[in-house]
C-alpha cells in the first residue's frame, strides 16, 4: 500500500503506537496531523487462535484510534476503515451488495462487524468511508493463508499438501486493485458510505490448483486435514463491484483487476525469488 501511495505523491506515515494504548495513539496522531488515513491494522486470519484478540485489536484498537483523530483540530479529510467482506456469512444471494443483511459466522467476521457499528459514533466528527474488501492476495502474503501456502508447495515442488475444505468459492483478487480502489476511496469516496471492494469473479480452490499445475508443470497430492476443516465455514463470498466501478466512472476512471493467472504468476516468481536467496545464503 505505501509504495503505491507514494508513486502517486503520498507522503505516507505508518503509525507506530499500538492500538491497544489509548494514550500512545493520542500523542502520535496528534503529533503527524495526518490529512488521510487509511486504517488496515487488523488481526486478519480467521483461524487466529486467540479469539478476544479480535476484538481487542479490532473493535477496540479502532475505537481508540477514532478516538485520536476526533481530537485533532483539523480532522482528516477522509478516514478509510477496511472491515471486511467476511460480514456477509453465508449468503444466499450472488453477488453481494453492499445493503445485504450481515450474518457472521465467526469472530474474525463479528469483530469486523462490530467494528463498523462502533465506528458509527465518530460518523459526525470523522468522514469515515467503509470498504469490505473481498479475498485478496500477492507476494509477501503470510504463508497460513491458503494461496501463499499453495504457491509456495508448487514454487517448492512439494509432493503433497494439506488442506482443509477444497469445497469453498472465493475471489482471489489481487493486491495491486485493493490498494489501488483504496487510495481512490481516499480521495473520492463518499463519507458514511460502504464499498464492496471486488471483480464479481469467484474461484474454487481446485481452479487455483489446476492453474498453478498448468503455469508450474508440476502436480501435488491433496490430503484433506480435518483439523483445517472449519465448522462454520462461509461457502461462497462473490462481491458485486457496481457501486466502487459506478464511482470510478464518475471521475473517468477504471480499476485494473488482473486476472488469477497473472496474479499466481506474480506470486510464484517472489516465491522462487525468496527460496533462491535462502540456497545461496547456505
Given at each position: 500500500m505505501a509504495p503505491l501511495a507514494q508513486t502517486q505523491g503520498h507522503e505516507v506515515h505508518a503509525l507506530r503506537a499500538d492500538l491497544t494504548d489509548p494514550a500512545g495513539l493520542k500523542a502520535e496522531i496528534l503529533s503527524l496531523a495526518p490529512d488521510a488515513v487509511v486504517h488496515l491494522a487488523a488481526i486478519s486470519f480467521v483461524g487466529h487462535g486467540d479469539d478476544n484478540a479480535f476484538y481487542a485489536v479490532n473493535?477496540?484498537?479502532?475505537?481508540?484510534?477514532?478516538?485520536?483523530?476526533?481530537?485533532?483540530?483539523?480532522?482528516?479529510?477522509?478516514?478509510?476503515?477496511?472491515?471486511?467482506?467476511?460480514?456477509y456469512g453465508n449468503c444466499e444471494h450472488s453477488p453481494i451488495i453492499e445493503t445485504?443483511?450481515?450474518?457472521?459466522?465467526?469472530?474474525?467476521?463479528?469483530?469486523?462487524?462490530a467494528m463498523e457499528y462502533l465506528a458509527r459514533a465518530y460518523a459526525e466528527r470523522l468522514p469515515l468511508v467503509v470498504t469490505r474488501p473481498f479475498n485478496y492476495t500477492?507476494?509477501?502474503?503470510?504463508?497460513?493463508?491458503?494461496?501463499?501456502?499453495?504457491?509456495?508447495h508448487f514454487a517448492r515442488r512439494q509432493a503433497t499438501i494439506s488442506m482443509g475444505n477444497l469445497h469453498v468459492e472465493r475471489e482471489f483478487n489481487d493486491v495491486r486493485m485493493v490498494c489501488d480502489a483504496y487510495l481512490r476511496l481516499l480521495e473520492w469516496?463518499?463519507?458514511?458510505?460502504?464499498?464492496?471492494?471486488?471483480?464479481?469473479?469467484?474461484?474454487?480452490?481446485?481452479?487455483?490448483?489446476?492453474a498453478l499445475q498448468r503455469i508450474t508443470g508440476h502436480s501435488l497430492r491433496i490430503e484433506v486435514n480435518p483439523s483445517f476443516v472449519r465448522a462454520n465455514e462461509v461457502?461462497?463470498?462473490?462481491?458485486?463491484?457496481?457501486?466502487?466501478?459506478?464511482?470510478?466512472?464518475?471521475?473517468?476512471?477504471?480499476?485494473?483487476?488482473?486476472?488469477?493467472?497473472?496474479?499466481?504468476?506474480?506470486?510464484?516468481?517472489?516465491?522462487?525469488?525468496?527460496?533462491?536467496?535462502?540456497?545461496?545464503?547456505?
Open positions: 473493535v477496540v484498537g479502532t475505537t481508540n484510534l477514532l478516538a485520536a483523530l476526533a481530537l485533532l483540530p483539523n480532522v482528516p479529510r477522509r478516514v478509510l476503515l477496511a472491515s471486511s467482506a467476511n460480514i445485504q443483511a450481515p450474518a457472521p459466522v465467526n469472530h474474525y467476521a463479528m469483530s469486523k462487524l500477492g507476494p509477501g502474503q503470510a504463508l497460513n493463508f491458503v494461496i501463499p501456502k499453495l504457491v509456495d469516496g463518499v463519507p458514511g458510505e460502504v464499498y464492496n471492494v471486488c471483480s464479481g469473479q469467484p474461484h474454487a480452490l481446485q481452479e487455483v490448483i489446476d461457502h461462497r463470498l462473490c462481491g458485486s463491484p457496481a457501486k466502487l466501478d459506478a464511482l470510478m466512472a464518475d471521475h473517468g476512471f477504471r480499476l485494473h483487476r488482473p486476472g488469477l493467472d497473472e496474479t499466481l504468476g506474480r506470486m510464484l516468481d517472489a516465491a522462487r525469488g525468496d527460496e533462491a536467496g535462502a540456497s545461496l545464503v547456505r
